[in-house]
Antibody, heavy 121, light 108 residues
């Protein structure tokens, strides 16, 4: 079974750093782009960016470029999303998702269970 | 950046009725590079449709997608209780990929 399992909920203070993870199983991790999607409280889905584990090639949405870093460790089938200095406005659920088929331009399937990030003083 | 506009924002229907959801792209370059997702409360999104009209694995045939270019439609032929949820379209034609703002299908 193709599966993405994300790390658990986090509560952080403004200015702190954070790295959340997404571990893939049931498929050849290096071959599929992995993406991150933000969902702020009560809001819709926002495409943040994607990474190709095979060579760490990364694409960011302009809205998130410079705000977060997407990385990967293909030796342990895990993708990461990290912040160097969190803001209250980073409070959201963050989903990872795999591309449905090989290739850079396609849909997300499946999705991880989501990681709740809460930033509050 | 391609903006996807979904309408209506909320659709109030009864079980058994037909639901028609719209997704319009600001530019016509996406061809059929469009997906639809369902998100039930408290759950992760789930892929329903890709390439505008192809049903994902395990998706019931009451869900269908159509359209190309700028105008796309998701149709649910007969609403089941589990179909009341929020639906999002997403293009994957170029960067950045974007999502529509969502259509909530609620019980009337």
């Amino acid at each position: 079974e193709v599966q993405l399992v994300q790390s658990g909920a986090e509560v952080k203070k403004p200015g702190e750093s954070l790295k959340i993870s997404c571990e893939g199983s049931g498929f050849t991790f290096s071959n599929f782009w992995i993406g991150w999607v933000r969902q702020m409280p009560g809001k819709g889905l926002e495409w943040m960016g994607i990474i190709y584990p095979g060579d760490s090639d990364t694409r960011y949405s302009p809205s998130f470029q410079g705000q977060v870093t997407i990385s990967v460790d293909k030796s342990i089938n895990t993708a990461y999303l990290q912040w160097s200095s969190l803001k209250a406005s980073d409070t959201a659920i963050y989903y990872c998702a795999r591309h449905g088929v090989l290739g850079e331009y396609n849909w997300f399937d499946p999705w991880g269970q989501g990681t709740q990030v809460t930033v509050s003083s | 950046e391609i903006v996807l506009t979904q309408s209506p924002g909320t659709l109030s229907l009864s079980p058994g009725e037909r639901a028609t959801l719209s997704c319009r792209a600001s530019q016509g370059v996406i061809s059929t590079d469009l997906a639809w997702y369902q998100q039930r409360p408290g759950q992760s999104p789930r892929l329903l449709i890709y390439h505008a009209s192809r049903r994902a694995s395990g998706i019931p045939d009451r869900f269908s997608g159509s359209g190309s270019g700028t105008d796309f439609t998701l149709t649910i032929s007969r609403l089941e209780p589990e179909d009341f949820a929020v639906y999002y379209c997403q293009h994957y034609s170029n960067s950045p990929r974007t999502f529509g703002q969502g259509t909530k299908v609620e019980i009337k």
